[in-house]
């Protein structure tokens, strides 16, 4: 496993054979592993025809598989997004709208791959058409509110609905049929940015406001989206018809709303019967969560390398 510094992101995909894992760091290089078999076939994006001025833009922060397995988006730092074609070997497209780190990239559902999200810390998010991307290079609209960077997005599967949390401490509901056009970037009112404000260190006490341009239907408020690039997502669609929303915080709770009522919320903690204090404290903060897609099971991960589950009904929540 040749990793630099950390493992940014992680995807997993079921094919005839058995599932591949895709992992990436912060670096060029992605590997896709059979978990089975152990083996590791890396893949580097620096290899391909590309100015040394592009290369800049390829240390990977988040990569994911198409729904067929035969092609992933990678978001890379400074603004770089890329789409690598694995059954060929080659890069398909290239480009940098993004004018700062891509943290998160998303397919638009697991049956489509027509519709591509990209979040970064230039507080946009792009919508893309992936049949377009490799000609125009521009985006088919930008879902302008956050005020601060994208740490995450994650789509509803209904190619019209996607979550993102943000920097700014909000986690936001979208329907991309009230995205702006790109030329609206240029001379929008300023975005109420703290200044010197860094996530990793620092603490957010700006009072939440609401964007001139803001498009989004529905704000979530109360979890803590610092020291690292909180993750969110909705719950699943077989078991809660998506009834929720839900997403990690840095004070080490998880955090799961109503989609429809953000007000009602349930915060599961590492609270339960002979956890002392400091064994709570090692939770913090909580990056990732996932709620298993047949079972009332959330899994939730920290910095510590702890993992943590909860059995999770709604109405009686029990850690596990």
């Not at 067929?68 to 789409?83: F, M, P, R, W």
Request: proline fraction near 4%; charged fraction near 25%.
């Amino acid at each position: 496993m040749g990793t630099l510094w950390s493992v940014t992101d992680t995807d997993l995909m079921e094919t005839e054979n058995g599932p591949l894992m895709l992992y990436t760091s912060l670096n060029s290089v992605a590997h896709i592993v059979n978990p089975i078999s152990g083996t590791d076939t890396p893949f580097d994006l620096s290899q391909f025809p590309l100015s040394s001025e592009q290369k800049k833009f390829l240390k990977v922060l988040a990569m994911k598989f198409s729904s067929d397995g035969s092609e992933v988006i990678a978001g890379c730092t400074n603004g770089g997004l890329c789409i690598y074609d694995l059954m060929n070997s080659k890069m398909s497209a290239f480009c940098t709208v993004h004018t700062n780190d891509v943290n998160t990239v998303a397919w638009d559902s697991k049956g489509s791959s027509s519709i591509i999200y990209s979040g970064g810390d230039d507080c946009m998010i792009f919508v893309w058409d992936r049949r377009t991307v490799g000609q125009s290079q521009k985006p088919v609209g930008v879902l302008i509110g956050h005020q601060e960077g994208i740490t995450h997005v994650a789509s509803q599967g209904d190619s019209v609905h996607l979550l993102s949390n943000g920097k700014d401490q909000v986690m936001k509901y979208w329907d991309i049929r009230k995205t702006h056009e790109l030329s609206k970037i240029e001379g929008m009112p300023p975005l109420k940015r703290k200044k010197d404000f860094d996530y990793r260190f620092g603490e957010y006490n700006e009072k939440e406001t609401r964007h001139a341009l803001d498009c989004s239907v529905r704000d979530f408020s109360g979890h803590s989206v610092l020291a690292t690039l909180i993750r969110c997502d909705f719950s699943p669609r077989g078991i809660t018809a998506q009834r929720y929303v839900y997403t990690g915080s840095s004070d080490g709770v998880v955090h799961v709303y109503e989609l429809e009522n953000p007000r009602k919320v349930k915060r599961l903690t590492a609270n339960r019967k002979g956890i002392q204090e400091n064994e709570m404290l090692a939770f913090k903060p909580v990056r990732d969560v996932s709620w298993h897609p047949k079972y009332p099971l959330l899994i939730a991960t920290s910095f510590s390398g702890n993992l943590i589950g909860w059995k999770c009904r709604l109405e009686r929540i029990k850690t596990i």
